[in-house]
């Protein structure tokens, strides 16, 4: 009996880590908005984790931060390409 589960404990130990590993990449998210703050003697702080302006404010208020947009963000993103108005004249006869 002992011999049985010395054995499965043995399996269990093998199969634990394939069992919490996935297959998937993490990566990493850039959110638009970032909150900065001074802590202790960490000093400036700055976590960019808030979708929206209203989220990051709500967040500083407690710790007197301040917030903007993400620089990393902004000019990690594909910026839209404006296509010229085509204007329409009108024949004047």
């Known amino acids: 009996m002992k011999k049985i589960a010395l054995m499965l ?3 269990s130990a093998l199969a634990a880590p394939a ?3 996935s297959s998937t990449r993490a990566e990493a ?3 638009p908005y970032c909150l900065s703050y001074i802590e202790g003697w960490s000093g400036m702080i700055e976590r960019c984790d808030y979708s ?3 989220q990051c404010r709500m967040s500083a208020q407690g710790l007197s931060g301040s917030c903007a947009a993400n620089w990393r963000y ?6 839209p390409v ?3 108005v085509k204007r ?3 024949r004047v006869e």
């Open 74 to 79: 902004a000019y990690g993103q594909p910026q």
């Open 82 to 84: 404006e296509r010229p």
């Open 19 to 21: 069992l919490v590993t």
């Open 9 to 11: 404990a043995a399996a």
């Open 88 to 90: 329409r004249y009108r």
């Open 52 to 54: 929206t302006i209203e």
């Open 29 to 31: 998210i850039e959110y």
